[in-house]
């Protein structure tokens, strides 16, 4: 029988202490993540170049590049989320977190009853964040193919009093379930909203005579 299960998700943890290293990597990888283990900044730039994890844990206070550093270089370079890891009552490094882009912040001592909440809670926020980028960029590349998507996006919008995105969306599984371009459908909707139009004004027309 096939092997069906799904591919674990990768997760870098980059900190200068061993153990604690050992520690988050044993606990991650018996909630069934495939972890990938960096001591420094630098080693973790090589482990991202090879296979770009899911998300990263970064301890922000390294040796030489420290976790922020490392972070606004995945910022710049990538798109790999982050959470980072420091000691209690370093509110500073909380507040540059947020202004990282970081989509979480963990406390040391880390414990396991704490971490795995937090980890996961970050992970969806990633996983969300992901989700916008790839709507939004299938949306661009959509209204950038043709006139008609951008102009059939427009009147789902006001006809159904909906964003965007959902507009979009809506016209891109429809044209799937049926197997056809989005810019075809697109086509179609506005040829049939062009009709509507033609009938309404020749129903006026008649109304008034």
């Given amino acids: 029988m096939p092997n069906s299960l799904p591919p674990k998700r990768p997760i870098l943890i980059v900190d200068d202490?061993?153990?604690l290293l050992d520690f988050l990597g044993e606990v991650l990888g018996h909630a069934g993540y495939d972890i990938l283990k960096a001591?420094?900044?630098e080693q973790a730039l090589q482990l991202i170049g090879q296979r770009e994890p899911d998300m990263a844990l970064l301890d922000?206070?390294?040796p030489g590049m420290n976790g922020l550093e490392l972070a606004k270089q995945l910022h710049a370079t990538s798109s790999v989320p982050f959470m980072f890891l420091s000691g209690r009552g370093d509110a500073?490094?909380?507040?540059?977190?947020?202004?990282?882009?970081?989509?979480?912040?963990l406390v040391k001592p880390v414990d396991e009853k704490q971490l795995m909440p937090a980890f996961a809670a970050g992970l969806a926020r990633a996983d969300e964040i992901r989700q916008l980028r790839r709507t939004e960029l299938n949306l661009n590349a959509a209204l950038a193919a043709g006139r008609e998507t951008s102009l059939a996006v427009g009147l789902?919008?006001?006809?159904?009093q909906t964003d965007r995105n959902t507009a979009f969306e809506v016209l891109r599984d429809h044209a799937r379930s049926n197997r056809r371009k989005v810019n075809e459908v697109a086509d179609q909707l506005l040829a049939a909203e062009e009709t509507l139009n033609g009938l309404h004004a020749a129903f006026s027309h008649r109304l008034k005579k």
Avoid: E, R, T
């Fill in 39 to 41: 001591s420094s900044a």
């Fill in 92 to 105: 500073d490094a909380g507040k540059q977190a947020a202004s990282y882009g970081a989509v979480g912040f």
């Fill in 17 to 19: 202490d061993p153990l």
């Fill in 156 to 160: 789902l919008m006001c006809k159904f």
């Fill in 60 to 62: 922000i206070h390294m």
